[in-house]
């Protein structure tokens, strides 16, 4: 009778992992709030911060489940990554409004540069097969989806405080955007090809990075078509 009690209360034990990943967000918090933006510690932050949800989250293996059931669950957790990083970013245009500015606009200057859809593709491409590397995916897949946050915290605190609200608000729906949910889900099935790749199956693996090059393709269109859009 008493291990039967003791079972019923014994608590589980917390997710070590979770509270790694915790921990590597309130570290890009803080250097945020103390250095301003610091690409290696808030990389080395997102990246593990995505590493470990993942690791966390995406039990399963290749066999168990549809690519569908990865993708969309590691879509989450992208989302996820990408606005705590816009929490960041948002952060770094408070406590330093007028260095933001200028890091804002040396990021769209270097945006401005791709003119075609076929460079947004380009540019995006290399982190979308990094992301196809087992164990390392979704790692680099973090980095990227945190920076681009941050990025875009920044941005959505600059246009915020021009007086545009309406497209403040419109701009940090991103990831909600038909390019941005496309974009990341490219990002997504990247990192799910990882886990067959891991698994050495190795024709749906090449399969999966097809798709998520045609996807990643097709939303560097609708990127390059909304961006002259709302221009």
Known sequence: MSDTFYVMEARKPPNIKLLIALLAIIAALLTTFLQGYNVIIHSLCFGTFLFLLYSSFITKGPREASFLYFSLRIWVLIVITLYLG??????????????????VKSVGEALISLRSPIMIFLFNLP???????????PFIIGVAGGNS?????????????????FRAIITSLV???PYGFL???????FITASLYFKEKMWGQALKLVGLAIILLLIAAYVEFWELRFFR
């Open 86 to 103: 816009m929490l960041s970013g948002l952060l770094y245009s408070y406590v330093r409004a007028s260095e933001a500015v200028e890091f």
């Open 127 to 137: 982190k979308g097969l990094l992301g196809a590397i087992p164990y390392l995916g």
């Open 149 to 165: 946050g941050f990025i875009m915290g920044s941005a959505v605190y600059s246009i915020y405080f021009s007086g545009e609200k």
């Open 175 to 177: 990831a909600f955007h």
């Open 183 to 189: 974009e990341l889900f490219s990002y997504s099935t």
